[in-house]
T-cell receptor, first 116, second 114 residues
Framework: AQKVTQAQTEISVVEKEDVTLDCVYE???????LFWYKQPPSGELVFLIR??????QNEISGRYSWNFQKSTSSFNFTITASQVVDSAVYFC?????????????FGQGTILTVHP | DAGVTQSPTHLIKTRGQQVTLRCSPK?????VSWYQQALGQGPQFIFQ???????QRGNFPDRFSGHQFPNYSSELNVNALLLGDSALYLC?????????????FGPGTRLLVL
């Protein structure tokens, strides 16, 4: 079975602060895929990034960066110089191989509030 | 290029009734997945449709059923509604099927069961 844990339920920061959202995953499969989604108040899940288990290269996209470490089963997400528009619920998710082929397993989500 | 669309946006039903939710996938996508998101929780996988057949199913009772049409659109049906079925129902599309594709989500249907 697969599991995703986002230990931080809520995070509150002031604009321009850096913030890191933690994600720890569990799977017995050697091939798996990790995702981050953003859910603003409107409810729609917005895809942010995807990482394959065989590619541990970290990625930076503007103010967003992701740190994937297989040794600790973590896939953390950092927002640099946060903005009010970053306020949302962020979900980490996993698709593992085998019978869970198309099933996304989500964490509980982290509510990020950025204050002006 | 239209994204994933869902209808209706909101729905109110009473216990015991039946409901049908609809989803149109993103252009070029052939796979549709449905998720249930209870308040304050992460989405839970209901099932996935590909080539008009249910390819994979999560831990949901048979009251939850679905269908995919030749144009890849999909419906989610829930029979004998319970209060606990109140949730945001999200549809996601992906494809074309060449392995594990990224799923793109629609805005969801908010279902309230009274």
């Amino acid at each position: 079975a697969q599991k995703v844990t986002q230990a931080q339920t809520e995070i509150s920061v002031v604009e321009k602060e850096d913030v890191t959202l933690d994600c720890v995953y569990e799977t017995r499969d050697t091939t798996y895929y990790l995702f981050w989604y953003k859910q603003p108040p409107s409810g729609e899940l917005v895809f942010l990034i995807r990482r394959n288990s065989f590619d541990e290269q970290n990625e930076i996209s503007g103010r967003y960066s992701w740190n994937f470490q297989k040794s600790t089963s973590s896939f953390n997400f950092t927002i640099t110089a946060s903005q009010v528009v970053d306020s949302a619920v962020y979900f980490c998710a996993l698709i593992a191989g085998g019978t869970s082929y198309g099933k996304l397993t989500f964490g509980q989500g982290t509510i990020l509030t950025v204050h002006p | 290029d239209a994204g994933v669309t869902q209808s209706p946006t909101h729905l109110i039903k009473t216990r015991g009734q039946q409901v049908t939710l609809r989803c149109s996938p993103k252009s070029g996508h052939d796979t549709v997945s449905w998720y249930q998101q209870a308040l304050g929780q992460g989405p839970q996988f209901i099932f996935q449709y590909y080539e008009e057949e249910e390819r994979q199913r999560g831990n949901f009772p048979d009251r939850f059923s679905g269908h995919q049409f030749p144009n890849y659109s999909s419906e989610l049906n829930v029979n004998a509604l319970l209060l606990g079925d109140s949730a945001l129902y999200l549809c996601a599309s992906s494809g074309p099927a060449q392995g594990v594709e990224t799923q793109y989500f629609g805005p969801g249907t908010r279902l309230l069961v009274l």
